[in-house]
C-alpha cells in the first residue's frame, strides 16, 4: 500500500514538473477564512485537482479542488483551493499527498489557516489566534508506515513544528496593521460531530487553546519535508463546558467569512515580509 503510495506522488509530481512553469517556495493552503486571499492572487496558472493524477477530489465542497500557481504580494506563490479532511473519510496520507507532492517540487514555506472553536475563555468569535504548537488526536499518521529517507526522517522532530521567524513576521505585519493576534495551541480531532461538553472540558484541561478538524496531518507532512509553517486559526465559535451552548454551522461560517478580510491582509503583508 506504501508502495504504491509511494509511486503515485511521483506521478503526480512528474506530471506537475511539465505542467507548471516554475514552482514556488511558498505554498499556502486556502482554508476556511482564507478564501478570499485566492481572488487576490493573480494566477498565471490554474490546474483542477482532477486533472492532476491521484489528488483527491471533492465531493462535498463547492470547489472540487484547483491549484493555482502566481503572484501574490510581489512573490512567488502556488495555492491549494479546496481542502480535505480526516472526516470525509480520507486517509491522512491521502489528504496530503498534494502537499508531500508540492514539497518535493521545491516548496519550502506552508501558510496554512482553519477555522476553530475557541477553548480560552479570553478569545471571542472573530479572533484570529496564530497556532503556536499543536496537539494531534486525529487517530491516524501520515507518516504511518514505510518511510523514505529522501522525503525526510522516521522520527520527524516537532520540536519546533510552528516557525519561531515565521512568526515573528506575522506578530510584525499585525502590529502594523493594529490587528490583535491572539496565540494558542490548537489540537485537532477527527470530527465530523462537534465536542460535548465533557471532551470540551477535556481538550482545555490537556492544553489546547482552539479545537478544529484539520491542520495538524498537512504540519506532520511539512515538517518531515523539511517545511517552514506558519498556522493561523480563525475563532468562529467560543466553547465554555460550564456553560455550553449549541455550535451552529450557519454562525461558524459567519464568523469565518467575518474575519476574512482582516486575515487575508495579515498574510498578504506577511508574505511581503518573506
Ligand atoms: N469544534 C471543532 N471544530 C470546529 C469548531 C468547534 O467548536 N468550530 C469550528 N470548527
Given at each position: ?48 485537482y ?27 506563490v ?31 514555506i ?23 504548537d ?17 522525503w ?40 465530523p460531530?462537534l ?23 498537512e ?56
Open positions: 500500500m506504501a508502495e504504491n503510495y509511494f509511486e503515485k506522488v511521483e506521478e503526480a509530481r512528474q506530471f506537475l514538473e511539465e505542467a507548471l512553469p516554475f514552482v514556488p517556495e511558498i505554498l499556502i493552503v486556502l482554508g476556511t477564512g482564507l478564501s478570499g486571499l485566492g481572488e487576490r492572487i493573480k494566477a498565471e496558472v490554474v490546474i483542477p482532477r486533472e492532476i493524477p491521484h489528488f483527491p477530489i471533492s465531493t462535498v465542497e463547492s470547489h472540487a479542488g484547483e491549484l493555482l500557481v502566481g503572484e501574490l504580494s510581489g512573490q512567488r502556488a495555492a491549494f483551493r479546496g481542502r480535505f479532511h480526516y472526516y470525509e473519510g480520507y486517509s491522512t496520507r491521502e489528504i496530503t499527498l498534494p502537499l508531500r507532492v508540492m514539497s518535493l517540487l521545491g516548496a519550502r506552508l501558510i496554512v489557516s482553519n477555522a476553530a472553536g475557541g477553548l480560552n475563555l479570553e478569545f471571542r468569535p472573530g479572533d484570529l489566534m496564530l497556532i503556536r499543536h496537539i494531534n488526536l486525529i487517530p491516524d499518521n501520515p507518516l504511518r508506515g514505510p518511510n523514505r529517507e529522501d525526510g526522517p522516521r522520527f520527524p522532530d516537532l520540536s519546533q513544528a510552528y516557525s519561531a521567524r515565521l512568526r515573528k513576521l506575522f506578530l510584525e505585519a499585525a502590529r502594523e496593521l493594529e490587528e490583535e493576534i491572539r496565540e494558542g495551541v490548537y489540537v485537532a480531532v477527527p470530527g460531530s465536542e460535548t461538553p465533557a471532551e470540551t472540558r477535556f481538550l482545555r484541561l490537556i492544553g489546547a487553546d482552539a479545537v478544529g478538524m484539520s491542520t495538524v496531518p504540519v506532520i507532512v511539512a515538517v518531515h519535508a523539511g517545511m517552514e509553517v506558519l498556522g493561523v486559526s480563525v475563532i468562529a465559535n467560543v466553547n465554555d463546558p460550564d456553560n455550553f451552548q449549541p455550535i451552529l454551522l450557519e454562525e461558524v461560517i459567519a464568523q469565518a467569512q467575518a474575519a476574512e478580510a482582516r486575515l487575508t491582509r495579515l498574510i498578504e503583508r506577511f508574505i511581503e515580509k518573506l
